[in-house]
C-alpha cells in the first residue's frame, strides 16, 4: 500500500521500513486487515540485515519485521565506502546491478535498494534494477548481490596474485 521511508537509530543499528503491505480478508461482518512490513536494519558498518512481518496492526508487524531483521544480519566487504567489484542478484523476477563508484558520488538507487545500501554503510555506488520493480524482491536480489561479493584480499589469495 503505502511505501515508507523511517530511519530510525536503534542504539548502533539503522532501523529503515521499506515497504508495509495491507491484506483484506472478508467475513461475516465485513473486511478484515492485516499488514505486512519489510524491514531493514543496519549497522552502516558493514552488516545489514532484513525481515518480513505480518501482525493485524502496523506496529507489531513491523516489530516482528526488525526482529526477524536482527537474526538474519550478513557481512558486506566495503572498500572505501564503496564495494570491491561489480555483483549481479536475482531474486523472482528482480535483477539487480552493484557497480562500485568512485569518492563523492553517492548512492544512485531506487528506494528500496538505497535503503539496504545505506544501512550497510555504503556511501557510493551505482545500481541498476531490471525486471520486477517489487520491493520486497529488490531487497531480496539486493541480498543476493551481496553474498556474491568477495573482499580484495580473499580474491588475490584465491588467484595467487596481488592486485594494486
Not at 492485516?34 to 524491514?39: D, G, I, L, N, P
Not at 552488516?47 to 550478513?74: C, D, F, I, L
Not at 541498476?128 to 541480498?143: E, I, M
Request: proline share 4%; with cysteine.
Amino acid at each position: 500500500m503505502a511505501t515508507t521511508s523511517e530511519d530510525r537509530i536503534r542504539g548502533e543499528l539503522t532501523e529503515n521500513v521499506v515497504k508495509i503491505k495491507r491484506c483484506a480478508a472478508v467475513v461475516k461482518g465485513g473486511r478484515r486487515f492485516s499488514f505486512a512490513a519489510m524491514v531493514v536494519v543496519g549497522d552502516t558498518a558493514g552488516k545489514v540485515g532484513w525481515g518480513y512481518g505480518k501482525a493485524n496492526e502496523v506496529p507489531p508487524s513491523v516489530e516482528k519485521a526488525r526482529k526477524e531483521a536482527m537474526r538474519s544480519m550478513v557481512e558486506v566487504p566495503l572498500e572505501e565506502e564503496t564495494i570491491p567489484h561489480i555483483a549481479h542478484g536475482h531474486f523472482g523476477a528482480a535483477h539487480v546491478v552493484l557497480v562500485p563508484a568512485s569518492q563523492g558520488t553517492g548512492v544512485i538507487a531506487g528506494a528500496a535498494v538505497r535503503a539496504v545500501c545505506e544501512a550497510a554503510g555504503i556511501h557510493n555506488i551505482l545500481t541498476k534494477s531490471f525486471g520486477s520493480n517489487n520491493p520486497v524482491s529488490l531487497v531480496k536480489a539486493t541480498f543476493a548481490a551481496f553474498q556474491s561479493l568477495r573482499p580484495r584480499v580473499e580474491v588475490e589469495r584465491m588467484r595467487g596474485v596481488t592486485l594494486s
